[in-house]
């Protein structure tokens, strides 16, 4: 059964920096996309970060680009995000996702074509 769970939410101040990690498990392919989403409240989901199993490199929303990287350990099953200069309007709930048995980011920022959710972590970013 595929898992994901997040970790290193938390509070911190514009301008500051905090790093997210994915753990996950079980997943049925070789071939799979994973990245991040997030929600702030009163908002729909949208799609943050994403980094596949046959793409070259990972992808990175606009309100990302710039400022967060996604990652990859294989040998640990995570992925993480590093989130740098961040703004009040990135609070949100961050999630991780994934689709299964299909490699590549393209179609990705459509939350409704995520296989697994996890169940997501807080992040505030106030003075």
């Known amino acids: 059964q595929v898992q994901l769970v997040e970790s290193g939410g938390g509070a911190v101040q514009p301008g500051g920096s905090l790093r997210l990690s994915c753990a996950y498990s079980?997943?049925?392919?070789?071939?799979?996309?994973i990245g991040w989403f997030r929600q702030a409240p009163g908002k729909e989901r949208e799609w943050v970060s994403c980094?596949?199993?046959?793409?070259?490199?990972?992808w990175h929303a606009d309100s990302a680009k710039g400022r967060f990287t996604i990652s990859r350990d294989n040998a640990k099953n995570t992925i993480d995000l590093q989130m740098n200069k961040l703004k009040p309007d990135d609070t949100a709930v961050y999630y991780c996702?994934?689709?299964?048995?299909?490699?590549?980011?393209?179609?990705?920022?459509?939350?409704?074509?995520?296989?697994?959710w996890g169940k997501g972590i807080l992040v505030t970013v106030s003075s």
């Open positions: 996702a994934t689709i299964q048995a299909y490699g590549y980011c393209i179609g990705f920022s459509d939350a409704t074509s995520m296989d697994y």
């Open positions: 980094i596949a199993s046959d793409d070259s490199s990972p």
């Open positions: 079980g997943f049925t392919s070789v071939h799979y996309a």
